[in-house]
């Protein structure tokens, strides 16, 4: 499921990934250490993040959630991290108002 931005043109005009499954505890995370797909961190040089790291770990969810596709998010969002992260991430307003409100409808308010 894609959330629209808004309807003006820019940056905040980009759907956020909001998969349905993407609380599915099965699924496959990516873990130790990655690089992000050339389309979520498109500037080079393209860098190798540990994300054993909390550092590394929020700077993947932060270009994930604002550039990442549905299988981006699948693959490198957990959700539980996600609530334990959240204080710590740096997302535009639209990003972060339709993650809180994804994450509220699957978890109830867990968000501060």
Known sequence: MVTPRSRTL?????P????????DASANRASGRVVVPQHVRWSDP???YDLGDRADRIRVYEQVMREGTEDDVRRFVDVPTLVDL???LVLPPAVRAAWATWLESRLGPVLP
Do not use: K, M, N
């Open 10 to 14: 820019g940056p905040a005009s980009r």
């Open 16 to 23: 956020v990934a909001l998969p349905r499954d993407g609380d």
């Open 46 to 48: 393209q860098l190798t």
């Open 86 to 88: 959240w204080d710590d």
